[in-house]
Nanobody, 115 residues
Framework: QVQLVESGGGLVQPGGSLRLSCAAS????????MGWYRQGPGNERELVAA???????NYADSVKGRFTISRDNAKNTVYLQMNSLKPEDTAVYYC?????????WGQGTQVTVSS
């Protein structure tokens, strides 16, 4: 089993920045990829950004150039740096880890972009 704990959400004004963190513990070996998903009010959960164990990254078109995903293997932690935030980025952000065909999820952290 993989446990994921997110932190770093909050309220920020449009144009501001936040950094989300996701710490993984438990059976972390053989995790092939980690990423961030989000679910806004009335919307389905969508991929925001992902990073493989080899370091390859993938971003949703809506966040390219604004968000950056990175990982610290020594700390078993994945980060999402979010810049130039927009009101439409408001959502619950979930950390995801893929391990041997199984998806593991964190509890989610709220990000609200509002003036």
């Amino acid at each position: 089993q993989v446990q994921l704990v997110e932190s770093g959400g909050g309220l920020v004004q449009p144009g501001g920045s936040l950094r989300l963190s996701c710490a993984a513990s438990g059976s972390i070996f053989a995790i092939s990829a980690m990423g961030w998903y989000r679910q806004g009010p009335g919307n389905e959960r969508e991929l925001v950004a992902a990073i493989t164990s080899g370091g390859s990254t993938n971003y949703a078109d809506s966040v390219k150039g604004r968000f950056t995903i990175s990982r610290d293997n020594a700390k078993n932690t994945v980060y999402l740096q979010m810049n130039s935030l927009k009101p439409e980025d408001t959502a619950v952000y979930y950390c995801n880890a893929q391990r041997r065909g199984v998806n593991h999820w964190g509890q989610g952290t709220q990000v609200t972009v509002s003036s």
